[in-house]
Nanobody, 124 residues
């Protein structure tokens, strides 16, 4: 069982930056690939980024490429999402998720554990 707790969300103006974090419980954090998803009001949850168990391999949605960076610190059981050049359309609840799969999973159904989410609001 893995419990995930996100933090770091908030309000920021367009063009600004924000870093969200996700801390995992347990001693098996490095056994999971980690992903970030987001869900805006009235929309489906969508993939944002993924990082492999070691942190060596990352994958991004087109909307995140060049602006967002996913990273992890296995010693701290933490995964991060650094978001730069934020746009109004980045406004959403951001969720971290853990996956046992070693494939490059972008489907939310392939993730086994989820956090409760943290709100990110980008204003003009």
């Amino acid at each position: 069982q893995v419990q995930l707790v996100e933090s770091g969300g908030g309000s920021v103006q367009a063009g600004g930056s924000l870093r969200v974090s996700c801390v995992a419980s347990g001693r098996t954090f490095s056994s999971y690939a980690m992903g970030w998803f987001r869900q805006a009001p009235g929309k489906e949850r969508e993939f944002v980024a993924r990082i492999s168990r070691s942190g060596a391999v990352t994958l991004y949605a087109d909307s995140a490429k060049g602006r967002f960076t996913i990273s992890r610190d296995n010693a701290k059981n933490t995964v991060y999402l650094q978001m730069n050049s934020l746009k109004l359309e980045d406004t959403a609840v951001y969720y971290c998720a853990a996956s046992r799969s070693t494939n490059a999973e972008t489907n939310a159904g392939r993730y086994d554990y989820w956090g409760q989410g943290t709100q990110v609001t980008v204003s003009p």
